[in-house]
């Protein structure tokens, strides 16, 4: 059946926006001018714009994301990642290349509490980088390690892009989200760690010092004391006891109490400067949910996803050829664009036809969570590529040529993840069913 839009004003829609977003205009004005520029052309009343905004962001659950930011931001501030550098240590760093091993179990560990790729790359990246240079590591190695171990924190909860995608999918389970990302996010973690461990037997990469037992003891106990964010979260939606909302608001008390009055390693006069860098973060955030709201109802009235829809399956109507012709079309996204707000807009053209393949909503939510992760480290507006450069002082080539190896474990894993569902599924379907 064909389908009816008007050519002219689906061209200026999209084409403004890519032409925008290569001109390097932040994502935010990309997606408003585009969206104000067509609706004029269309002679739509503009207010609708500004309605559709108010509509993405008048959402009760969306009170999880700054709860989850906030907390984060509270436990990152307050030493926790030492703690949970120690840890990791203690567990892995006897082995062959154990600091690498240490940098992607602590970015495993830590990702559970910030749920940011960003956050985890600047506390580990910082303490572990220059530990890892100085031991005869080599510098894009480092680097690399660090940046994509990293991914893991967005995947494993509380991660407010779950959330984001949550609100994109309309009535999708944050809570099975959140169980749906904890196995692919350990084995993502246990996959970049064999590859380390290649690699640092091939390099002849040091050791650290023996296993300890009493050590071991002793670091898990700071440790779990900020790892209980991720308990309470888990463990509080599944049993029933909380919302997704109310266990984010109970989880960044629980992150005020132990930082200030348990860990004490910073005063509470910083709680000041830890609002002020979650407010920027959440405007950040709150902004691309409106403009992307905005840009996505317009989508909708020029039934551009339908017009996808019947491209990909003009193509093919098997549904391996389908989501690998998704994978590549995110992937290819994910270097141009914010993660976040792909997920907002993605998400209401790519969920319904992988709905008709039948892929799960839960599981979809897991793909292309991990998906635009990879994202994240790619060239030209790979964000934490970036960060990770800033950090560690190695130009992008270098980072971007270290890191081709571990891309190639994290798209094996993303092809795994696609093509055998009960990786994601298994533990929603026994706790949540």
């Known amino acids: 059946m064909e389908i009816l839009t008007d050519v002219p004003a689906t061209i200026l829609l999209i084409g403004s926006f890519l ?5 390097r205009l ?10 104000i520029a067509t609706t004029y052309y269309l002679g739509l009343p503009l207010q609708m714009v500004a ?3 108010v509509k993405g962001l008048n959402v009760f659950v969306l009170l999880a994301v700054p709860f989850f930011v906030l907390a984060g931001d509270i436990m990152a501030a307050g030493g926790i990642a030492d703690k949970l550098v120690n840890f990791a240590n203690a567990l892995v760093g006897w082995m ?5 091993m240490v940098n992607i179990l602590a970015s495993m560990f830590f990702g559970g509490i910030s749920g940011s790729s960003a956050a985890d790359t600047t506390a580990i990246g910082s303490m572990l980088i220059p530990m890892m240079k100085k031991k005869g590591y080599e510098e ?3 680097t690399a390690v660090t940046i994509t171990g990293s991914v893991q924190g967005i995947l494993v909860p509380p991660s407010h892009n779950m959330v984001i995608y949550a609100l994109s999918a309309g009535g999708v389970s944050i809570g099975a989200l959140f169980l749906a990302g904890m196995v692919p996010g350990v084995m993502l973690g246990l996959a970049l760690m064999i590859y380390s461990y290649i690699v640092s037997r091939v390099k002849n990469y040091p050791t650290g010092d023996k296993f300890n037992l009493k050590n071991l003891l002793k670091c898990s106990w700071s440790a779990t004391l900020g790892l209980g964010t991720v308990f309470i979260v888990v463990v509080g939606v599944i049993a029933g006891i909380f919302t997704a909302t109310e266990s984010a608001a109970v989880a960044t008390a629980y992150a005020f109490l132990i930082t200030f009055f348990v860990y004490r390693q910073i005063p509470l006069s910083e709680m000041g ?3 002020t860098r979650s407010m920027k973060t959440l405007g950040i955030v709150m902004i691309l949910i409106g403009t992307s709201t905005a840009f996505g109802w317009l989508l909708a009235y020029l039934k551009v996803p339908a017009l996808i829809a019947e ?3 003009s193509v093919s109507s098997n549904h391996i050829v389908i989501m690998l012709i998704i994978n590549v079309f ?3 996204m994910g270097m141009l664009m914010d993660m976040s707000s792909l997920i907002l807009i993605c998400t209401p053209i790519l969920l319904p036809i992988a709905k008709q393949i039948g892929i799960d909503p839960v599981h979809f939510g897991v793909i292309m969570v991990l998906n635009l992760g990879i994202g994240l480290l790619t060239p030209p507006v790979g964000s934490t590529l970036f960060l990770g450069s800033a950090i560690s002082g190695v130009s992008i080539e270098k980072i971007a040529k270290s890191s081709l190896p571990f891309l190639a474990v994290m798209l094996v894993m993303l092809m795994i993840i696609t093509f055998i569902p009960e990786v994601s599924m298994t533990m929603p379907r026994l706790l949540m069913d």
């Open 273 to 275: 400067p830890i609002l």
């Open 26 to 35: 932040p994502i935010v004005f990309a997606i408003g001018i585009s969206t």
């Open 140 to 142: 894009g190695f480092s």
């Open 19 to 23: 032409l925008l977003i290569l001109l």
């Open 51 to 53: 309605q559709n905004m």
């Open 330 to 332: 995110l992937l290819f």
């Open 311 to 313: 491209a990909i399956f």
């Open 96 to 100: 062959r290349g154990g600091l690498a």
